[in-house]
Each structure stands twice: as structure tokens, then as C-alpha cells.
């Protein structure tokens, strides 16, 4: 067994935790329907973060051809799917009995959600700077788009649904130039 497969163990449960998560939030919302006000954009959040959990399986990939791994490699990727993790486990509510508007929901936990996507978009340059050798600033600049989209999640959560609607822009953009 390669280190990278080792590692990666330890991510790729992290990671299925999280799919795992929102995969049965999805299916109690879907079960207390008639208690459930839906809103377009809870689920375009949940599907952008969907992604996000997805891409670093995917990255992970890629990192097999580091034949040497340091420990701080190691931490680095398990905080950053322990970060995924939290924002696919507050991405969507869980309805517990009575009336459930996913907007104000969203609005309250989405905040939540985006400071864990925040922290795991530093996890990024990490990753393309140290162990990809990838160039400095454009390494620096994509991650911080994302920052500065989360902070306006989290500052301004009245305005979540257009927040969710540039999630999903930024999410494919990132996609797109990563995959």
C-alpha cells in the first residue's frame, strides 16, 4: 500500500461521511414534505457543496504521484475534509415535527455551512502551492474568491439566495479549471 492510498483512507471516509449526510438529510426532507417549505435556493447550496465533496475526491486522485508525504500534508487534507464535512452537515436541515421553511433555515445554518466552506478554501492553496507546485497567484487568487463569496454568505445571509446562485457559478468555474 503507497502512502498516498494510506492517506487517502482517512479522507475518503471523511468525505463519505459527508455525502452519507446529506444524502439522508435529503431523503428526511423529502419524507416530511407536507412540513417542508422548499426553497430553489437550499438545494442549489446543498448540490454546490455536493460538488465540492466530489472535486476533492477527484484531487485526490492526482495526488498519487507525491511519492513523499509529510504529516502536515496529512493534516492539511483531513482538515480540509473535516471542513466539507461540516458544511454538507449543515447544508440542509433536518425536519424535526413542525414546519420547516428551508429559506429561513438556509439563511441561519447556510452561515454556518459557508464558514466551513471559508476554512476549507484555504486548504486549497495548500494543496496547488505545496504539493502540486502550481503557480503562487493563481493559487492565491481562485480560493479567495471563494473566501470573499463565503464572507458575504455569512455577513449578509438575507441576500442567500443570490449568495447560493454565484456559489454554484464559482463551484463550476473551480471544477472546470481544476478537473
Known amino acids: 500500500m503507497t502512502q498516498h492510498e494510506y492517506i487517502f483512507i482517512a479522507v ?7 455525502i452519507t449526510r446529506m444524502l439522508r438529510s435529503l431523503t428526511a426532507l423529502i419524507r416530511a ?5 422548499f426553497h430553489w435556493s437550499s438545494a442549489i447550496w446543498a448540490f454546490s457543496v455536493m460538488l465540492y465533496i466530489l472535486h476533492l475526491w477527484w484531487i485526490g486522485w492526482g495526488l498519487r504521484v507525491i511519492e513523499e508525504w509529510a504529516f502536515l500534508d496529512f493534516i ?8 466539507i464535512y461540516g458544511a454538507a452537515e449543515m447544508a440542509l436541515t433536518n425536519p424535526e415535527g413542525e414546519p420547516l421553511n428551508m429559506l429561513q433555515e438556509s439563511q441561519n445554518f447556510g452561515r454556518l455551512s459557508a464558514f466551513s466552506m471559508l476554512l476549507y478554501f484555504f486548504v486549497g492553496p495548500y494543496v496547488n502551492i505545496a504539493m502540486y507546485k502550481h503557480a503562487v497567484l493563481p493559487s492565491l487568487i481562485i ?11 455569512i455577513s449578509t ?16 468555474g473551480v471544477i472546470v479549471l481544476t478537473v
Open 157 to 172: 445571509p438575507q441576500r442567500f439566495p443570490l449568495w447560493s446562485l454565484f456559489f454554484l457559478a464559482y463551484s463550476v
Open 33 to 37: 414534505r407536507e412540513h417542508v417549505v
Open 143 to 153: 480560493p479567495s474568491l471563494g473566501m470573499a463569496l463565503m464572507a458575504l454568505v
Open 76 to 83: 492539511i487534507l483531513v482538515f480540509g475534509s473535516s471542513c
Open 12 to 18: 475518503s471516509i471523511i468525505l463519505g461521511l459527508a
